[in-house]
């Protein structure tokens, strides 16, 4: 047992001691920096690779990011919460987290990327035979990769773990998987291009798996000590009880990012999916910063939501301010360039989503000014009433984006998701005022001392 106490009180608080949020934004910002470079590489080769098929390559993504999360059952954001207040003696939290991880690493995960690749070979059934295992193979090992590189990214950050967690959290899995995502898919267009769509999905998910078992090697040192004897299907009630909450609130707030591409491709022809799809990613980066800063606060908003009301108000405040500054940066060139840019990074031929890319940036920076009020709502147990809200949106934005692209096309079906994505936003704020009394938008008088003050 004394053993056991050194290890948790090693691993649990010792980072956590020595890196301050001020710190830890710092370095997150940077490695989240490296992981846009492999995200805008990964895109602007899939679409050379694809063409008028990009848009297709886009929803395999997203639709595998959103089941990966669905598999996971909330666990790594209920994970990330409870080790962010884990005492130092809490021998047996410890062992409910690792038999947590146990639950949906082996049965929940894996069963959700079998269900997707059989879905996924059923649907696609116009394609040769090949494509189809290729392609469904594919998309059941993202699923899978997908959901643990998000398990253990989380795991790190509420352990302490900020800098190696940094490394695995950002636009496409984080700065070591998007490099590697990057990297494998330009060698797929430039030395196996006929490989086309099976070949891109083949290296995405390749290139979650070395940092992937970097990061299950870490985690499994912290508790190595601690057993997790027991029915595995115990834990997975378990799971689905302690985190469904979680779970139904990811897969809403999932869904809301992505229905419109999903929509897209139904509705719309091949080449109008592709022109959508790449601005919907393009304009994606402008909620980065604050995505950023939401995974950096989150042990912070866990412990203080229920000692230090003010002084929480106070960091969420500074951190939306950051945000903003660092988006109006970004956002600039996408009002007064957009054309320049999809061609840019995309090719000649998408330069025609000028006009998409504008309209679905309003919605992005609705994102930004309300500040991280879900982040405060899901991590001060709210979540319920978070996932209520991101479902009812999530049905407002497919019945409205269905009758705006039916009616208006990619121009309509970008202003229906503009419109309800700011008012999804403008929700949620005004949800945490009443809930938790305090504001989360930006401020003019940052306190960037106190984040310097307060420990990451």
Known sequence: MERINIIVDQHVTGQRRRLSLGAATVWFGLSYGVAILGYLAVNAFAARLLDDTFGYFVIAVTTSTVLGQLGLIGAHRGGLREAARLETDDVEGLRELRRG??????????ATGLLTAVVTFSVINEADSRTRWAVAVGMGILVWFGGQQKLWANYLRGFGQVRFASLLEGRSGGALVSLGQGLLVGAVLLFAPGWGLPGA?????LGFAVPVFFA??????LWREVGA???IFRD???VVTRHWRFASNMLGGSVNSTAEVWLAGLMLASVDVSLFSAAQRLSILLIIPLMSLGVVFSPMVSRLSERDDQRLEKLLRTGASMAAAITAVLWLPMLI??????RTIYGDSFGAASLVLVLLTIGSISNVLTGMCGIALTMSRHEAVVAKVQWIAAGVRVGVGMLAAWQFGSTGLAASAAAVTTGLSVTLWLLTRQRMGMSTHLTLRPNLRLLRQTPG
């Open 216 to 221: 299950w090697r870490v985690v499994a040192r």
């Open 337 to 342: 360039f957009p054309g320049l840019l999809l």
């Open 229 to 231: 004897e027991g029915s």
């Open 236 to 238: 997975v009630r378990q």
């Open 201 to 205: 999905l083949a290296a995405v998910a």
């Open 101 to 110: 991880v146990r639950a949906v690493s082996l049965v929940t995960l894996p």
